[in-house]
């Protein structure tokens, strides 16, 4: 079976993908490719830093991948955390202090419209593809629930009276970013045999 290297060693979107793929593509991670490295991400675009992560990998491992870049975008802070959302309290990638300066930052702001973007780009026989996932919502003014991870319990999906961490993970996964950009990509992948 063709292989395809996902460019992460996060089990829970491993699994996502390599079970809609089975049987099309054998799903690789970093660690069983044997990258042991940090790839950099130096871009200040989510493209960018997920083109950065494919191309690093096809270079040095002439394989077929994928990588993946996250950001939460907030209008009134006009589109921050966005590419820096890891980061945004300081290098720890700390959730818990990057909730709480999101929250300062929009302290007295009216406006609290956030959107959870996306970017998957794909190297598949030297040729590179990128597919974007969105989920917009607004940023609550404290944390509810403990599912899930990063910005979630701050975060509630349009249409959803629940923040993400309320949400269980197969509930999240069908309308989250994450979950629409895979979807795009395991389109495309299926097309093509
Ligand atoms: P990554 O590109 O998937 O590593 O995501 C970058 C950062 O965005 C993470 O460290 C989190 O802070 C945030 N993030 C990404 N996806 C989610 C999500 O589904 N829920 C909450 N926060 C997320």
Redesign the pocket.
């Known amino acids: 079976m063709e292989q395809l290297v996902f460019a992460t060693n996060n089990p829970h979107k491993v699994d996502e993908v390599r079970n809609k793929l089975s049987g099309l593509f054998e799903i690789r991670t970093l660690s069983e490719i044997g990258c042991v490295e940090d790839i950099p991400e130096t871009s200040d675009t989510l493209q960018g830093n997920a083109a950065q992560k494919s191309h690093y990998l096809h270079d040095r491992f002439h394989c077929d991948c994928f990588a ?5 975008e907030v209008e009134a802070l006009n589109g921050a955390p966005g590419v820096y ?2 980061r945004y309290a300081g290098p720890g ?1 700390d ?1 818990e202090a ?1 909730i709480d300066k999101l929250l300062s930052e929009l302290e007295g702001k009216e406006n609290r419209r956030a959107r ?1 973007r996306t970017v998957i780009s794909l190297i598949l026989n030297g040729q590179e593809h990128f597919f974007e996932g969105i989920v917009s919502g607004t940023i609550l003014t404290e944390r509810h629930g403990s599912n ?5 319990p701050v ?1 509630q999906p349009d249409g959803y009276d629940c923040s ?1 961490a309320e949400l269980s993970m197969d509930e ?1 996964n069908k309308i ?3 979950g629409r950009a895979t979807e795009k990509l395991i389109q495309f992948l299926s097309g093509t045999k």
Not at 68 to 72: A, I
Not at 148 to 152: I, L, N, Q, R, S
Request: charge should be neutral; hydrophobic fraction near 25%; avoid cysteine.
């Open positions: 993946d870049d996250t950001g939460l959302s890891a990638k959730s990057n959870f899930g991870f990063g910005y979630d975060f993400f999240k989250s970013h994450r």
